[in-house]
C-alpha cells in the first residue's frame, strides 16, 4: 500500500490514482455518510465501520441510513461495484487503510457536559490498528484544545507512532445539519488544520479531490472555535426567531409572514425550530470551553436556555391544539415523527408528553422496519401503523423521506378531528386545513383564523 507521509497533489488528480488508497470512515453517522459517499464517488477504496450493528445493517442495503435520498442512491452504486465495503470489525479496517476518517462525536452528560469516554475508546481502538505512513483525519465537532491533547496523545500512546514522523494527523469540522442537510461535499467549504505543515499540505490535497472550496487553518484550535463559533451564532439565531414566534403566537399574527417581509433569498437560518440537535451539543462544548478558562459566556448560555425552552411551548401548543376540538392531552393518543436517537428534541418533547398523559407512538423514517425500541414510547415500523387512531400528529423531523407526506391518506386513518402540529415549519399551513386538519406551528398564531 501506498504511503501519503509525502501524498502531492499530482499523486491523487485522477480517480485511476486514487484507487490506489483505502480511505476508512469509522462512525457512519450523517457525517460518516457524507465522507463514505464523497471520497468513493472520488474513486477511493472505501471501508465504512461502526460500533452500531443495526446502523451497518442499513448502510450494507443503502437504505435508511441518511436523511438525503440521493446519497443512498449513490452509496448504493458504490455498494454493487466493491468500490465501497462495510465492517464490524475497528482493528481490521483501520490496519488495511492509508487515510482514516474520524467521524465520531462526543456526547453530553445529563448535565450538559462532555463525556469523552465513549470517544477515547474509539481513539484507542483505532491507535491500536493505526499503521505508518497513514493519514488519520477527524471530522467530529471538538471542543477548544482536545484535537491536540486527547487524539493526539491518545493515538501516539496507543500505536507507538510520533505525529508527523510516523503519521499525520489533521482536523476537518464538518458540521451536519438534519434540518438543512449537505447533498454533497463536492460545493461545500471544508475548513482544515493539521497537527504540522506535512499533515495540513498532505490532508488539504486530499479533501481538494473531494471539493474545490477548501480553506486553511494555520491552527488547529482555530479551526475548533472556527466551527464552535459558527454554531453558537446559528444558535443565537434560532434562540431570536424562537422568541419572535413565540410572541408571534401570543399575539395572533403568524411570524413566517413577517419574516418573509424581512430575508433575503431563502433565509433559513431565521426560521423557529424545536429540532436544534446540532447546536446544542455544539454550543454546550462553547460553553464548557470557556468555563474551562474561568470565562462566562452569556449570551451562548441564554440562547441554551431559551432554545431548550421550546420544547414546553410546543407541549402548550399541541394541548390548544387538542382542547379546540374538545380532546385533552391527558387522554388523547400522539404520533410523533421523529427520531430515535437519544437526548434530542423528538425525546425531550415525548418525555415532556408522556408527563401529561399521553400515549405516545414513535415513528423514525430513518429506521429500518425490523428493528424495535426498548421502553416507551413504542416504536412503529411505518408511518401508517404510527398515526392509525392517533388524535395528533406531531412532525419532528426534516427528513427528505416526508417530502411526499400523504396528507390526505393520513387523516383518513386518525381520529377525527385529527390535529396536526408542525414544530419545524415544513408543511404549507393551508395545505394541512385543506385536507381537514387543525394546524398549529410554532409562530403560527393566525393560521386558523384567516
Given at each position: 500500500m501506498p504511503s501519503v507521509l509525502k501524498l502531492q497533489a499530482q499523486d491523487v488528480d485522477s480517480k485511476e490514482k486514487r484507487a490506489k488508497y483505502t480511505v476508512s470512515i469509522i462512525g457512519c453517522g450523517q457525517n460518516g455518510i457524507l465522507y463514505a459517499d464523497a471520497?468513493?464517488?472520488?474513486?477511493?477504496?472505501v471501508i465504512c465501520n461502526d460500533d452500531n450493528p443495526s446502523l451497518l445493517k442499513r448502510l450494507t442495503k443503502a437504505k435508511n441510513c441518511c436523511v438525503v435520498p440521493e446519497i443512498e442512491s449513490r452509496l448504493k452504486k458504490h455498494i454493487n461495484s466493491g468500490n465501497l465495503?462495510?465492517?464490524?470489525?475497528?482493528?481490521?479496517?483501520?490496519?488495511?487503510s492509508d487515510i482514516?476518517?474520524?467521524?465520531?462525536?462526543?456526547?453530553?452528560?445529563?448535565?450538559?457536559?462532555?463525556?469523552?469516554?465513549e470517544l477515547k475508546a474509539a481513539y484507542k481502538q483505532v491507535g491500536v490498528a493505526l499503521k505508518q505512513g497513514s493519514l488519520l483525519i477527524y471530522g467530529g465537532i471538538s471542543s477548544f484544545g482536545a484535537t491536540e491533547t486527547i487524539l493526539k496523545e491518545t493515538l501516539e500512546n496507543t500505536s507507538g507512532l510520533k505525529v508527523g514522523m510516523d503519521f499525520l494527523l489533521a482536523y476537518n469540522p464538518l458540521q451536519?445539519?438534519?434540518?438543512?442537510?449537505?447533498?454533497?461535499?463536492?460545493?461545500?467549504e471544508l475548513i482544515i488544520a493539521a497537527a504540522d505543515s506535512q499533515s495540513l499540505n498532505v490532508a488539504t490535497d486530499v479533501l481538494k479531490t473531494l471539493t474545490s472550496k477548501v480553506k486553511q487553518a494555520n491552527q488547529i484550535k482555530i479551526a475548533e472555535l472556527a466551527v464552535l463559533f459558527k454554531i453558537a451564532q446559528h444558535?443565537?439565531?434560532?434562540?431570536?426567531?424562537?422568541?419572535?414566534?413565540?410572541?408571534?403566537?401570543?399575539?395572533?399574527?403568524d411570524y413566517f409572514r413577517v419574516q418573509k417581509l424581512i430575508s433575503e433569498g431563502d433565509d433559513s437560518s431565521f426560521c423557529p425550530t424545536i429540532d436544534e440537535e446540532e447546536n446544542r451539543k455544539g454550543t454546550y462544548l462553547l460553553i464548557e470551553s470557556a468555563e474551562n478558562f474561568n470565562v462566562k459566556l452569556r449570551l451562548p448560555a441564554l440562547s441554551r436556555q431559551i432554545n431548550e425552552e421550546i420544547v414546553k411551548c410546543a407541549i402548550n401548543l399541541t394541548q390548544e391544539a387538542l382542547r379546540s376540538c374538545d380532546k385533552s392531552l391527558r387522554r388523547s393518543s400522539v404520533s410523533v415523527i421523529g427520531t430515535t436517537n437519544q437526548d434530542t428534541a423528538t425525546t425531550r418533547y415525548i418525555n415532556a408528553a408522556i408527563a401529561k398523559g399521553a400515549k405516545v407512538t414513535l415513528y423514525d423514517p430513518l429506521l429500518a422496519k425490523n428493528e424495535?425500541?426498548?421502553?416507551?414510547?413504542?416504536?412503529?415500523?411505518?408511518?401508517?401503523?404510527?398515526?392509525?387512531?392517533?388524535?395528533?400528529?406531531?412532525?419532528?423531523?426534516?427528513?427528505?423521506?416526508?417530502?411526499?407526506?400523504?396528507?390526505?391518506?393520513?387523516?383518513?386513518?386518525?381520529?377525527?378531528?385529527a390535529v396536526f402540529v408542525d414544530l419545524i415549519g415544513i408543511e404549507n399551513p393551508k395545505k394541512?386545513?385543506?385536507?381537514?386538519?387543525?394546524?398549529r406551528g410554532i409562530g403560527r398564531g393566525i393560521v386558523d383564523k384567516t
Open positions: 471520497f468513493a464517488e472520488a474513486g477511493y477504496k465495503t462495510i465492517s464490524s470489525t475497528r482493528k481490521s479496517t483501520v490496519s488495511q482514516i476518517i474520524l467521524a465520531i462525536n462526543v456526547k453530553m452528560d445529563p448535565k450538559n457536559k462532555s463525556d469523552i469516554s451536519f445539519s438534519k434540518t438543512y442537510p449537505i447533498k454533497s461535499l463536492n460545493n461545500t444558535d443565537a439565531c434560532t434562540a431570536l426567531a424562537n422568541e419572535l414566534a413565540v410572541f408571534c403566537e401570543n399575539i395572533g399574527m424495535t425500541l426498548d421502553g416507551s414510547p413504542v416504536l412503529k415500523r411505518s408511518l401508517n401503523e404510527a398515526v392509525e387512531g392517533a388524535d395528533c400528529l406531531v412532525i419532528l423531523t426534516s427528513q427528505e423521506q416526508l417530502e411526499q407526506l400523504s396528507l390526505k391518506k393520513i387523516k383518513t386513518i386518525m381520529k377525527s378531528p394541512v386545513q385543506t385536507e381537514g386538519f387543525i394546524y
